[in-house]
């Protein structure tokens, strides 16, 4: 299965998303991850704790969705509420698409720790829910089925 996760900067949800799901996912589950607006840089942060984590970090990059027409994914799960609200380009038609909404934990302020709890609850929830996505037993050409499987992953 091809996941592609949208946020709107691809710097810190999208990016996480993307490494968690390629790293739990291994060979079930091929993850990119991209933004309508990205901001070039992966946020230094997210690299930090995805390391912490043992997760890799190779080949992290922030870019646009405009590079994954390619791609063609089963499903594009937006991360933040303004991708969610932004309209997709026509090559995702065939694409499920479904929201995740996830806190953006780089735009906490607050103490060093308070920051560390914040990426690494949001590096569980992402965890939690790829975790999830592997014990979805559906087709991929069953869209309904799996839209609604990926909608309920993400209203957990």
Same mark, same amino acid.
């Given at each position: ?44 942060? #997210? ?5 912490? =984590?043992?997760?890799? +970090?190779?080949?992290? /990059?922030? &870019?646009?969705? *405009? ?43 607050? #103490? ?5 709890? =914040?990426?690494?609850? +949001?590096?569980?929830? /992402?965890? &939690?829910?790829? *975790? ?25």
């Amino acid at each position: 299965m091809k996941v592609l996760f949208i946020c709107t900067h691809n710097r810190c949800r999208s990016i996480l998303s993307e490494a968690i799901t390629n790293h739990v996912g291994q060979d079930k589950i091929e993850a990119q991850s991209a933004g309508s607006q990205p901001v070039g840089e992966v946020h230094p942060l #997210s690299i930090k704790y995805l390391q912490e =984590a043992g997760i890799s +970090t190779e080949g992290l /990059i922030s &870019q646009s969705w *405009n590079e994954f027409e390619d791609f063609a994914p089963d499903v594009v799960i937006t991360v933040c509420d303004s991708a969610a609200g932004e309209s997709c380009p026509l090559w995702f038609g065939k694409s499920v698409k479904v929201h995740w909404g996830l806190a953006d934990p780089s735009k906490l302020t607050g #103490s060093e720790e308070e920051i560390a709890q =914040a990426f690494r609850g +949001t590096i569980d929830e /992402i965890t &939690q829910r790829v *975790n999830a996505m592997l014990s979805i037993n559906v087709n991929t050409q069953d869209q309904q089925a799996l839209r609604e499987a990926f909608k309920a992953i993400g209203a957990q």
